[in-house]
């Protein structure tokens, strides 16, 4: 069973929300996974971090990129990285911000060099966008995410309100796919050893 934990930040409770059904699909996977919150994270958080086979991080998108407490996450994890703890797990990431795009590439790019500095192997959606005239908002991968999940949230949504239900949705569904990255990494590792 792969150990699969969930670095995030939530300024108004919409990210983690969303965070929450990323662990949905990860767990529904089988995998053994958990959220941190970053702005709390103590020492035994940065010790489950250091010994998850995966690592995804999530953060809201404000003016263009990750929310300052997710940065300071960031910053902080470069002792992790003094001694390489993170290389080779697999990574990924998801944002969610009030407009449908409001720069959320730029957090999610945040998201794919903090990894590759950490040696990381990162991981996308693996799914089509919702993208013909029939689509609809609640249809998965609206949003139109491939190197990471995308979600919006109304600014005058509550968390119940926001993220909608199809993001949710893409949400599990992208839980679904790290797990099983994750445990096709894992084997593959195992194989070669």
Do not use: C
Request: charged letters at 20%; glycine letters at 10%; zero cysteines.
């Amino acid at each position: 069973m792969s150990r699969i934990v969930i670095a995030y930040h939530s300024g108004y409770g919409h990210t983690k929300k969303l965070a929450e059904s990323v662990l949905e699909g990860l767990q529904g996977a089988g995998a053994d996974a958990k959220l941190i919150a970053v702005a709390e994270i103590d020492d035994a958080g940065w010790a489950e971090l250091d010994a998850a086979d995966a690592i995804v991080f999530g953060a809201p998108t404000y003016m263009g990129g990750p929310s300052a407490p997710f940065k300071a996450f960031a910053d902080a994890s470069s002792k992790a990285w003094f001694t390489q703890k993170w290389k080779d797990k697999i990574a990924a990431g998801f944002t969610n911000s009030a407009t449908m795009n409001g720069d959320k590439f730029s957090t999610i790019q945040y998201f794919v060099t903090l990894a590759m500095q950490h040696g990381m192997v990162w991981t996308g959606t693996g799914m089509m966008p919702a993208n013909t005239k029939a689509a609809t908002r609640n249809d998965v991968n609206f949003v139109g995410g491939f190197t990471g999940l995308l979600a919006q949230s109304p600014a005058d949504a509550t968390p119940e309100e926001g993220p909608l239900p199809g993001d949710h949705e893409t949400a599990r569904a992208f839980g679904v796919r790290v797990a099983a990255v994750t445990s096709r990494w894992l084997a593959g590792r195992a194989s070669n050893v």
